[in-house]
């Protein structure tokens, strides 16, 4: 479905999309939405939300070398944004059913890419 929508992109280590890839068939393979399979999905959401933060907000900073004043109050920023999504997602999670567990699955593999040929 993104394919077919404009869309930004943030890039992410391949150990980390290897592993994240890894984690998703491992999960659908459990079909369980059991606490540890919560807790796994938990840090993989974390993991690729700081990845993102810091794409999107560091980035920029660091490209027009911002000063480390600058930087410091952007982390800040970015550490408190992060700590409220961790909380949000965290009571998302709790609730998940098996079902819903597989729609988040099936979001994790469409979002993750590989890198094109170049």
Request: proline share 4%; net charge neutral; no cysteine.
């Amino acid at each position: 479905m993104l394919k077919q929508q404009s869309h930004i992109v943030a890039p992410i280590p391949d150990e980390l999309r290897t592993r994240a890839l890894y984690t998703v068939g491992e999960l659908r393979e459990r079909g369980k939405a059991d606490r540890e399979a919560i807790d796994t999905l938990y840090g993989l959401i974390v993991e690729l939300t700081e990845q993102g933060l810091d794409f999107f907000f560091l980035e920029p900073l660091r490209r027009l070398r911002a000063s480390s004043m600058v930087m410091g109050m952007a982390r800040m920023g970015i550490g408190s944004m992060l700590k409220g999504s961790k909380m949000v997602v965290h009571k998302v999670l709790k609730k998940l059913d098996d079902r819903s567990l597989a729609a988040i699955l099936d979001f994790i593999e469409e979002i993750i890419h590989e890198p094109e040929p170049g």
